[in-house]
Structures are given as structure tokens and as C-alpha cells.
């Protein structure tokens, strides 16, 4: 397992128009196969941290205003998304995002095409997320905007492994979902984990539940890294619970980033 030169995240800031800072030197590192929880409530800046990494900043007027972040060693400042897509780096966003009237296959496919592969690698990469997602074999001809929420997340994941990416940015995967899809689901992403080498950085609120199948944890409160260690560790800390409920509490207040004034 390589601890170096993955995906490391330095002292950061991001800062939104109207001089709102969203991040305030945040750090955090995802070592190479391994799954790191990103916790905290709604406002706690998990998502503005997932964004950062991979570039999609710009779609809601912010940027990076501090600090740096690469990717095996080389910035990832002068990339896009799709740059980072190519690196194979590639963001799951909240809320899943499937294209409503496409089938499910069609959604899978769609993944496939940013690689440019060729017809027998993509039916070869399709046969594989099926081996993952059953489910989705079975329905494979419905309509995306006609599935389930836990169907939709299924495709929302099988389509960034379509890209057949080193690490998968995890937005939220537990929202609005049956507890018991959830659990199916954070299995089958331990096992892509496993089995397929892929690491995973996964902003969750659920803080009891992904910590089960992290390594790594940090808990975000206010756009700041309050506490971190081992999944273990934090599992069994009082102040984890403390501090993420706070969070939570605050959040459901204000879920907009902390505005501080820019000197």
C-alpha cells in the first residue's frame, strides 16, 4: 500500500463570493487503498472539500483563496474535471445526478464513453459493475427517472467505475435511502475497496454507520478539521459524538459556509 504521494490535501481555504469562507485550513489525506470518512453536518463543509479536490468550484462562484492540493505528487490547481477524470479521480455527486430518461444501461454507458474505449472493453466494464450491481442487471432496461433512490445510487456509483478510476469522491451516499439499502450499499463499496484496489473519500453525516467501513476518518465543524485519527479511534470517542452533534445542531440553523471577514 503506497502512503505517499496519493491525494493530499494542505492547509486550504475556499472562499465564495461575497467574501464568505467556506474552508478554513482544512488538511486531509487519503492513502492508497484505503476508504477515509469526511464527517460532519449539513454546512459543516464536506461538500465544499469534495468540490475542492475535484475542481467543481467554479460552477458555484468559488475558489480555491489558500493552501494546495495534489494528486500523486502534481497540483491539481491548473486541472479540470475532466483532466482529473482522466487521472482517475472522479466525484459522485449529492443527490445522485442520473440523466431521467435514459435507461439504466444507457446512464452506465455514459460513464464508459469518457475513456473513449473501445466496444469490447466497454461491454467488458459493463459485465463488470453488473457483477457488482445485480440489481441493476435485472432493471437494465428501465428508466432511470422511474427507479428506486437506492437503484439510482447504485447507478450513480457503477457509472464512476465506468471511468475506472484509483479513487471515487463519495458525496452523501446514504441520503434519503432505507437503511437497508444503505447497508448494501457501503458493502459493496468495501468490496470494490477490496477487491478492485479502488479507495474512497465519503462525506457522510451517518457517522456511526461509515465509520464501520472506514479506515480514517475527520470530522468537519465549521469548515475546520476538529478532530481526526483512525476509524477505530474515533468510533470510540465521546467528544466525536460531542462535536458532530454540535455540528448538527448549528447546521440545521444555517447550512450556508461561516462568512468571515476577508482583512
Same mark, same amino acid.
Given at each position: 500500500m503506497t502512503t505517499s504521494q496519493f491525494l493530499e490535501v494542505d492547509n486550504i481555504e475556499v472562499l465564495y463570493s461575497h467574501a464568505i469562507l467556506a474552508l478554513r485550513g482544512v488538511s486531509l489525506r487519503v492513502e492508497e487503498g484505503s476508504i477515509v470518512a469526511l464527517l460532519g453536518a449539513n454546512g459543516a463543509g464536506k461538500t465544499t472539500t469534495l468540490k475542492a479536490i475535484s475542481n467543481l468550484l467554479g460552477s458555484e462562484r468559488g475558489h480555491l483563496?489558500?493552501?494546495? *492540493?495534489t494528486w500523486r505528487g502534481e497540483a491539481t490547481n491548473r486541472l479540470d474535471p475532466a483532466d482529473l477524470v482522466a487521472r482517475g479521480v472522479v466525484q459522485v455527486l449529492e443527490g445522485r445526478h442520473?440523466?431521467?430518461?435514459?435507461? *439504466?444501461?444507457e446512464n452506465l454507458l455514459a460513464g464508459g464513453f469518457v475513456r473513449r474505449p473501445s466496444r469490447r472493453a466497454l461491454a467488458d466494464d459493463l459485465e463488470r459493475v453488473y457483477s457488482w450491481f445485480p440489481r441493476l442487471k435485472q432493471r437494465r432496461s428501465a428508466r432511470c427517472g422511474l427507479t428506486s433512490g437506492g437503484e439510482q445510487q447504485m447507478v450513480a456509483i457503477g457509472r464512476a467505475m465506468m471511468t475506472r478510476p484509483t479513487l471515487v469522491l463519495l458525496d452523501e451516499p446514504s441520503m434519503g435511502l432505507a437503511p437497508i439499502i444503505v447497508e448494501e450499499i457501503f458493502h459493496i463499496i468495501r468490496d470494490l475497496n477490496r477487491n478492485e484496489g479502488v479507495s474512497f473519500l465519503l462525506a457522510e453525516q451517518n457517522a456511526h454507520l461509515v465509520l464501520r467501513f472506514a479506515d480514517h476518518g475527520y470530522v468537519l465543524e465549521n469548515g475546520r478539521v476538529a478532530v481526526s485519527g483512525t476509524a477505530a479511534v474515533l468510533a470510540e470517542r465521546d467528544d466525536v459524538a460531542e462535536f458532530y452533534l454540535g455540528a448538527a445542531t448549528a447546521g440545521t440553523a444555517a447550512a450556508e459556509p461561516v462568512q468571515t471577514p476577508i482583512v
Open positions: 483563496s489558500r493552501g494546495a *492540493i442520473v440523466f431521467p430518461q435514459l435507461t *439504466i444501461e
